[in-house]
């Protein structure tokens, strides 16, 4: 037999083939329009920098009463989170007022900023940070000697979490850290209690030998851990980018299609990571202590003190999402499915969120009731400044493509090193 009857009689034996090929065709289409690309391995690693940082992230003496680490909230087991719709800090009663986010690919270079609001970035042309503290931001910062050794956003939002008396620093009056005048006095005495261990200023000496140490050296070491860990580059969707065109099932792909089309997702959760570079409103609901006295978080409004920024928040990249539930800033969500109604309810699903779930939370974690905004006329701010399709409920998928589109989030986008 010649080799086009060969192929012919596998298609029509086998029509699932055929229809993958298809299928193959419309979505490179939408790989090329929209730029989809798949992630990287890390590359040069440093191991000395990586293993201290390793150290320094599931080590509690970071925190000022010595009882929480990052892992605490970023725990490798649980997708990078928690598992939690809000996080527990320095004490039980401590509730954060934002969901822990996942920590993949963090350092990518489509990665514009990073926390929730966006409010730690450094420039494009690697030169200026843009952070909470004064003293490292322009071009001329005051602590030129930390940003000299940060190199990174990644690096910099690492110094932050042990200045927040509520995420590791601990509440005034309980430790010398938690006491200190300023956030500046307080990563010194940090460093310095950290130094006075001997393993951990061995490892320090070994990753930046012969230099001065500052808090920038434990962002950068903290930094290059991240990277190197929670660097996820082998979904089947990485793989099929990669063209290993049957490592999505035919249902995944049919999901990266709806993803692009009828979803519109990728208005949103574009380029590589699917997502890190826009900030929108999608009127998500409001829960727990929020960032201002009334139970209230405006997001990326904090940032940039523009009305059109209220309530806009970065919208996360998508690999290994099945992992990382809750999901939202605020974590109201347990669900992928109730993700997707989310956005096909528009707008009206604020109206409609039912907090009945958190309850199991509320007595086993938080020891309390979590506040969950209802009010009319907030819910209303809200809604009129979300994104035109949300406001337009524009986003309309039948149960077939929704079942595609979890199969492609769940499956295709999940990287088999991070599942437990
Ligand atoms: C008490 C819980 C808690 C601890 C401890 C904690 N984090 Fe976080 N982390 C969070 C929360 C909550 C956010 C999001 C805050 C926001 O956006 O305002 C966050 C954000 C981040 C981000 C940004 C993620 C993104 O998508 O932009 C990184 C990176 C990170 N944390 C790393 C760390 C490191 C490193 C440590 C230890 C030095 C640490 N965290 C300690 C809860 C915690
Ligand atoms: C208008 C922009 C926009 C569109 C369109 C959009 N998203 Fe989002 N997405 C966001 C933002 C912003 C968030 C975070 C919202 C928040 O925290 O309140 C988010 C959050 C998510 C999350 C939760 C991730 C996490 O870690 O908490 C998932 C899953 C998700 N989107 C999937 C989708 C899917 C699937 C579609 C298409 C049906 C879609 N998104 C369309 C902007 C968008």
Redesign the pocket.
């Known amino acids: 037999m010649k080799l086009t009857t060969v192929i012919m009689a596998m298609v029509c034996l086998n029509p699932a083939k055929a229809i993958a090929n298809d299928l193959d065709r419309e979505l490179q289409r939408y790989v090329q329009m929209f730029k989809y690309e798949a992630i990287e391995k890390p590359q040069d690693v440093d191991q000395n920098k990586y293993v201290l940082g390793k150290k320094l992230f599931f080590d509690k003496r970071l925190s000022g009463n010595r009882n929480v680490s990052c892992a605490t909230c970023h725990d490798p087991n649980k997708g990078t989170g928690d598992g939690l719709p809000l996080p527990v800090g320095v004490t039980k009663k401590t509730v954060i007022p934002r969901?822990s986010?996942?920590l993949f690919n963090l350092d990518h270079y489509e990665m514009g900023s990073l926390f929730?609001d966006g409010r730690v970035s450094y420039d494009d042309m690697g030169e200026t940070f843009n952070t909470p503290s004064r003293a490292l931001n322009g071009y001329y910062p005051k602590r030129m000697d930390i940003t000299e050794v940060l190199g990174s956003a990644l690096a910099a939002q690492a110094i932050f979490p042990i200045i927040s008396h509520a995420e590791m620093r601990g509440m005034k009056g309980t430790n010398p850290i938690a006491n200190a005048k300023t956030d500046e006095e307080a990563w010194k005495l940090l460093m310095e209690r950290l130094l006075n261990i001997e393993e951990i200023k061995t490892l320090f000496e070994k990753a930046y030998p012969n230099q001065r140490l500052n808090i920038g050296h434990l962002g950068n070491a903290l930094a290059e851990f991240q990277r190197t860990e929670f660097a996820s580059y082998n979904t089947p969707w990485d793989r099929y980018l990669n063209g290993e065109l049957d490592a999505l099932s035919d249902a995944e792909k049919r999901g990266a299609i709806a993803?692009s089309t009828v979803?519109?997702?990728t208005?949103?959760?574009d380029g590589a990571l699917l997502g890190g570079r826009?900030?929108?409103n999608?009127a998500?609901p409001q829960i727990g202590p929020g960032k201002d006295l009334v139970n209230n978080d405006e997001g990326r409004f904090y940032v940039t003190r523009r009305n059109s920024s209220r309530y806009?928040?970065?919208?996360?990249p998508?690999r290994n999402?099945a992992l990382?539930a809750p999901?939202?800033?605020s974590g109201v969500y347990e669900s992928?499915e109730e993700?997707?109604d989310h956005?096909t309810k528009g707008v009206d699903a604020i109206d409609e969120f039912d907090s009945r779930w958190l309850s199991k939370f509320e007595n086993s974690v938080y020891g309390q009731r979590l506040f969950v905004e209802t009010n009319p006329y907030k819910l209303f701010k809200k809604k009129e400044n979300a994104?035109p399709?949300?406001r337009n409920k524009m986003?309309r998928l039948t149960s077939q493509e929704k079942k595609d589109?979890i199969e492609f989030?769940r499956v295709g986008l999940t990287d088999p090193r991070f599942k437990n």
Do not use: D, E, K
């Open positions: 969901n986010p996942p929730w993803f979803g519109r997702c208005q949103c959760h826009v900030f929108a999608i998500s806009q928040f970065r919208t996360p998508l999402v990382t999901y939202f800033h992928l993700v997707i956005y994104h399709l949300m986003i589109l989030l």
